[in-house]
């Protein structure tokens, strides 16, 4: 039974670039979280999605960022014209519904150069 | 105030020691609570989820405190691999999302 899987685990965007992270949830998990965690700060929630839905996205910069999690397929992160403060790790979260327990992948970290 | 609150530390202890963090949250409405610890910036990794009355595993315990709203975590007989960041978890806020403390520090030393 795999885990959360992110992909890339590594991306290295120039500023200006648009930056696309992906997340396949664990096996009949249908809510996903995004947090994004600077150097030296704590996880910061970002969204919260179910399948076809965003549930909360107070987190997420007004601008330039945006999340979906289709009936198929992996959920995304997308990150248009990157700036060098979008450089962080961004991990996601699945779990089964929303008072449970949420096991992360090993998420995706951006670097903007 | 913050959703959830956790004093930073580091804690620094002893091999053998026993420690114990507490962590506050502000939404009297939260129903679920968990610890979670992440390692050098890896990814967060739960390890248990906190029940009102309580609950134990291993050297590992977990209380909450409704009224006070508060959670704590003590464990027993610190082990140098038990060194890591301690992140406090509660659902909070509209669709209950989960949010995370800032983390505790634990330095556990030979």
């Known amino acids: 039974n795999a885990g959360v899987m992110q992909n890339p685990r590594h991306l290295v965007r120039r500023r200006g670039q648009e930056a696309r992270l992906r997340c396949s949830p664990m096996k009949g998990h249908s809510h996903v979280y995004w947090y994004r965690q600077l150097p030296e700060e704590g996880l910061k929630f970002m969204v919260y999605?179910?399948?076809?839905?965003?549930?909360?996205e107070s987190g997420m910069p007004k601008e330039r960022f945006s999340a979906e999690f289709p009936k198929e397929g992996p959920s995304i992160l997308r990150i248009q014209q990157v700036v060098r403060g979008d450089s962080a790790a961004y991990f996601c979260?699945?779990?089964?519904?929303?008072?449970?327990?949420?096991?992360f992948g090993q998420g995706t970290r951006l670097t903007v150069v | 105030r913050k959703e959830v609150e956790q004093d930073p530390g580091p804690f620094n202890v002893p091999e053998g020691a026993t420690v114990a963090f507490n962590c506050t949250y502000s939404n009297s409405a939260s129903q679920s609570f968990f610890w979670y610890r992440q390692d050098c910036r890896k990814e967060p990794k739960l390890l248990m989820s906190v029940y009102s009355s309580g609950n134990e595993d291993g050297r590992f315990t977990a209380q909450l405190n409704r009224a006070s709203q508060y959670i704590s975590l003590l464990i027993r007989d610190s082990k140098l691999s038990d060194s890591a960041t301690y992140l406090c978890v509660v659902n909070s806020g509209y669709g209950n999302k989960l949010v995370f403390g800032a983390g505790t520090i634990l330095r556990v030393k030979s």
């Open positions: 999605l179910q399948k076809e839905n965003i549930i909360d």
């Open positions: 979260a699945s779990s089964t519904t929303q008072n449970t327990e949420a096991f």
